[in-house]
């Protein structure tokens, strides 16, 4: 059984980005999106317009909280081989009646890609604003970085 990281939140977030569950790369460095070939770095940056890339990972992290925006996945625990949300079995939900009592200024939830996006109806029914993103996966090569890029840009902007 794999074990997700904690909630990267504080009392200004109010967008969260939720991933499905971290990478063998991110697990072994414990951080997320630490995958070199994961856009989501570069679409966060392009997004807010803030080269969070060129940073080390603590000040990505202050940057993203600076903008009110946190992370977190939508499951804490898994079985898994490799880093395919695919792959995801026996997924064990984040505790997120927690971060909706702890975090009153939350008010949109940012999915990244289809298998964390299929709780966004659950998260509407909670009273959030919900979108899910084109995946930053190098997996999803669907779209291309452009095109991500519109998307994030659009549900990223300050409300």
């Known amino acids: 059984m794999l074990q997700g990281f904690p909630p990267v939140v504080n009392a200004e977030t109010h967008t969260l980005i939720l991933g499905s569950f971290p990478g063998v790369a991110s697990l072994d ?4 999106y630490a995958y070199k070939q994961n856009q989501f770095w570069r679409l966060v940056s392009a997004s807010l317009g803030t080269d969070l890339v060129v940073l080390d990972y603590e ?3 202050r940057g993203l909280l600076a903008h009110g925006i946190g992370l977190w996945d939508v499951f804490h625990s898994c079985v898994r081989t490799g880093s395919l949300d695919s ?4 997924g064990k939900l984040n505790d997120f009646s927690m971060l909706q009592a702890c975090h009153p200024k939350l008010r949109k939830l940012c999915f990244n ?3 964390a996006g299929k709780m966004a109806a659950y998260f ?3 009273g959030y604003l919900t979108a899910i993103l084109p995946s930053s996966s190098p997996a ?6 452009e ?4 998307v994030w840009q659009s549900e990223l902007q300050p409300q």
């Open 113 to 115: 890609g289809q298998t």
């Open 124 to 126: 509407q029914e909670q």
């Open 140 to 145: 999803y090569a669907m779209r291309s970085f």
């Open 29 to 32: 460095a414990a951080q997320y």
């Open 59 to 61: 000040q990505r992290l």
């Open 87 to 90: 792959a995801i079995r026996e």
């Open 147 to 150: 095109e991500k890029l519109q």
